[in-house]
């Protein structure tokens, strides 16, 4: 089983439609949480860093379930600049472990 | 501030060769790391270095070299292409750790015929 784990999608979605989507991990002692977002044939930029009270930034809202182990990355109102794919990246202090997922694909269509 | 530069973009080689791939930062980060991007796959830690003459290995670091000589530059070295090094390579650096923000070069593009 792969330490981090994501839908590779795509997820297609109309604009201004909300698309949710998870990423489980399998490390319990996993420590801090991200998501990247990488644009077609470019680097990863962070997007957010996700806490454990849950965080929004806009129209981006990042949750954290340690119980089932799964952060969850919700855009609301799509634009059609949100069409990208999404990293899901957890830290791990023992051994200063950052695992990264394989990402899922998101495209917004008029 | 350039961030993260990479060189080359793009690269073409034979089976056999040996090439550079060239990594350097201006935001004086003493964490930075190699990683290789395939298809489906996420990013996977090649080598990484917390600091100017000290490097260790990542998750697949076999058939790559690095060395850190100075904190800004950051080259891996590919000593004897094989196919199934064709991939993206991305350089990232980091200023206060693991956990924190990763900022990447663009890339590097390799096909190893």
């Known amino acids: 089983r792969k330490e981090v784990e994501q839908d590779p999608g795509p997820f297609n979605v109309p604009e201004g439609a909300t698309v949710a989507f998870n990423c489980t991990y399998s490390?319990?002692?996993?420590?801090?949480f991200f998501w990247y977002r990488q644009d077609c044939r470019k680097e990863p930029k962070l997007l957010m860093s996700v806490y454990s009270s849950g965080n929004e930034d806009g129209r981006f809202t990042a949750q954290l379930n340690r119980a089932s182990q799964y952060i969850s990355l919700l855009i609301r109102d799509s634009k059609l600049s949100d069409s990208a794919t999404y990293l899901c990246?957890?830290?791990?202090?023992?051994?200063?472990?950052?695992?990264f997922g394989g990402g899922t694909r998101v495209l917004v269509k008029p | 501030n350039a961030g993260v530069t990479q060189t080359p973009k793009f690269q073409v080689l034979k089976t056999g060769q040996s090439m550079t791939l060239q990594c350097a930062q201006d935001?004086?980060?003493?964490?930075m790391s190699w990683y290789r991007q395939d298809p489906g796959m996420g990013l996977r830690l090649i080598h990484y270095?917390?600091?100017?003459?000290?490097?260790d290995q990542g998750e697949v670091p076999n058939g790559y070299n690095v060395s850190r000589s100075t904190t800004e530059d950051f080259p891996l070295r590919l000593l004897s292409a094989a196919p199934s090094q064709t991939s993206v390579y991305f350089c990232?650096?980091?200023?206060?750790?693991?956990?924190?923000?990763?900022?990447f070069g663009p890339g590097t593009r390799l096909l190893v015929l």
């Open positions: 990232a650096s980091t200023g206060a750790g693991w956990a924190e923000t990763q900022y």
């Open positions: 490390n319990s002692a996993s420590q801090s």
């Open positions: 270095s917390v600091g100017a003459g000290i490097t």
């Open positions: 990246v957890v830290f791990k202090a023992a051994g200063n472990k950052l695992t």
């Open positions: 935001m004086n980060h003493e964490y």
